[in-house]
């Protein structure tokens, strides 16, 4: 048998061998479902990479925004900061010139005592700068307490003292040594006074004798 016949005969065998045809189309078809995995693999991750560029965009943006929102917001504290202080500074320079009329008054009232003479000078000097501190104190929205003869109240008064007193309630203001003030309906400085408290029991003869 010729070397031609025996190859002939073998692939007449190899067809009659069952699923050998089959496992002849099964490695034809191996590299194409190869090359689609491959392919759906490269869109999966060419799909991934444009979800992260869409975000970092997003991301880039909202962080432009908070440093835009953070730069208005360090210039908006720096403005009313400024506000703040011209404000300030206006209001001291009011209070300041305001009483300047009663530094007048007062070097009034000094020169008046230097040049001697009678003391009503000096006096009506002096009642004249009280009455511009008063109409001072009274255009800054502040009043005195009134304290002589009212009810003791530790939140308007300072007792200092307390003295027996036949001619007033207990718990009486019966002296004032320095005014109170008001500016508004709250306390500048309250009032320091002298309070009347009533009048001890007398001892008998034999408890004063003890």
Do not use: W
């Not at 693999?41 to 962080?63: G, H, M």
């Not at 002589?148 to 109240?153: E, H, M, P, R, S």
């Amino acid at each position: 048998m010729t070397e031609k016949s025996k190859h002939k005969d073998l692939e007449t065998v190899e067809a009659g061998i069952p699923g050998a045809e089959a496992a002849e189309s099964a490695k034809s078809d191996e590299p194409s479902q190869q090359d689609e995995s491959a392919m759906a693999a490269q869109a999966e991750v060419d799909r991934l990479a444009a979800i992260i560029e869409e975000k970092d965009k997003e991301i880039a943006e909202l962080k432009d925004k908070y440093l835009r929102s953070l730069a208005d917001s360090e210039n908006a504290r720096k403005r009313i900061r400024q506000q703040s202080e011209e404000s300030v500074r206006i209001q001291r320079e009011a209070l300041l010139r305001d009483l300047l009329p009663i530094i007048d008054d007062l070097e009034r009232a000094v020169d008046a005592a230097r040049g001697g003479g009678n003391g009503k000078p000096i006096v009506e000097g002096v009642e004249m700068v009280l009455r511009s501190m008063h109409d001072f104190l009274r255009n800054q929205g502040v009043s005195q307490l009134s304290a002589i003869g009212q009810a003791f109240d530790p939140t308007r008064h300072e007792a200092i003292d307390r003295v027996e007193s036949e001619s007033h309630d207990p718990n009486t203001v019966v002296q004032e040594f320095n005014r109170g003030y008001l500016i508004g309906e709250r306390v500048l400085r309250p009032a320091r006074v002298t309070v009347a408290k009533a009048a001890e029991p007398e001892k008998d003869e034999e408890e004063a004798k003890d």
